[in-house]
């Protein structure tokens, strides 16, 4: 007998600034489908009832988080909108809609998108004199550290005005990697994130710190000497550019809130899946008697800029969507806004 739980309806969702959208073929769907309603219930409805149980800092996160669970049978059974084993759909292709139920399958026959790429990588466009650095989790080991000197040499070697930081798909990790790629910017020093602490007799017990008890601040902005490379002819003075979007989260986020909050660049893209300036650190805890797990963080990074403290998201200075076109043609906008900027430079 088939295990029934955490099923699916097999219809690739994809949820962009503009409203939800069929991201590919599959099935009786099409790529490009605009989603109308689902079990009834208006696309806003939707959004509106997913954000109760989506925990984000902005509705940026919660959009692109939304259209990768919405098709699970968890979140449809929340929403009220499965009926008989199935879920009623209502699209617009073209000029026409269409109404499609599609039925919950089993999770074995998820079909999952194959397409990789590694973590951390780079291109150079001699002709626009410009090098695009990837960088998809914030992974500090040896592989990174050779990529990002190997990246430079590159530049240098090439006589590369521009480049830009791609971290539209980073979800965090460690902050080491930010300080590295620095190290190879002609810059003295920059500021940092802040930290605020609070202490607890249960934090102390983990080992973590020696008071039991408190709160403490940390000063901002917090300034950092920079340890240049000791190759110097491998510093970079030219122009610095971050792309971003809203699967850009936490160590990710931080990358561009350092560029943007030291004035060393300029952000091109859509708007962070987290704050600047949020809450990290979380150890778990679990309940005595119940046995419930939970977590609790017990540390809040400040940005660089406390002016901009409030900022539920890093906002770039050039705002470029992804439309659901672009994701049909294989554009890349903020690449294609990029490249555009640097033309329009060179004139």
């Not at 650095?133 to 070697?157: G, I, P, Q």
């Not at 020696?210 to 030219?238: C, D, E, M, V, W």
Request: hydrophobic letters at 30%.
């Amino acid at each position: 007998m088939q295990n029934e739980q955490n099923r699916f309806i097999d219809v690739p969702l994809i949820w962009l600034h503009d409203g939800l959208y069929v991201s590919n073929d599959r099935g009786p769907f099409r790529q490009a489908d605009r989603i109308v309603d689902i079990g009834g219930k208006g696309v806003e409805t939707l959004f509106q009832e997913l954000r109760q149980v989506i925990p984000a800092e902005n509705d940026h996160f919660r959009r692109q988080a939304a259209g990768q669970s919405i098709n699970r049978e968890e979140y449809l059974d929340y929403l009220d909108v499965v009926h008989n084993d199935g879920v009623e759909i209502r699209v617009q292709r073209g000029k026409d809609e269409l109404s499609i139920t599609t039925p919950l399958k089993p999770k074995a026959e998820r079909k999952f998108d194959d397409s990789k790429r590694p973590w951390v990588g780079y291109e150079i466009d001699k002709e626009l004199s410009l090098g695009v650095f990837h960088l998809d989790k914030c992974k500090y080991n040896e592989t990174y550290r050779k990529k990002v000197e190997s990246f430079f040499k590159e530049v240098s070697e090439l006589n590369i005005r521009n480049i830009a930081i791609d971290v539209r798909r980073n979800g965090g990790g460690t902050s080491q990697v930010i300080v590295e790629f620095l190290r190879y910017l002609d810059i003295g020093k920059y500021k940092w994130f802040g930290m605020d602490v609070r202490f607890s007799k249960a934090i102390k017990e983990m080992g973590v710190f020696r008071r039991s008890r408190g709160y403490k601040s940390g000063k901002r902005p917090n300034i950092q000497r920079n340890q240049k490379t000791n190759a110097s002819h491998l510093l970079f003075s030219g122009s610095v550019y971050v792309l971003t979007s809203p699967k850009t989260f936490s160590t990710g986020n931080w990358f561009a809130v350092v560029v943007r909050d030291n004035n060393l660049g300029t952000v091109i893209g859509e708007p962070t899946g987290n704050a600047p300036s949020s809450y990290g650190d979380s150890p778990s805890f679990q309940m005595p008697k119940t046995g419930f797990q939970f977590t609790v963080s017990i540390k809040k990074w400040t940005r660089p800029d406390k002016n901009s403290d409030l900022e539920d998201s890093l906002y770039p200075d050039v705002l470029v969507y992804t439309t659901i076109e672009d994701i049909k043609q294989g554009r890349d906008p903020q690449l294609e806004k990029l490249k555009e900027m640097i033309r329009n430079m060179e004139k």
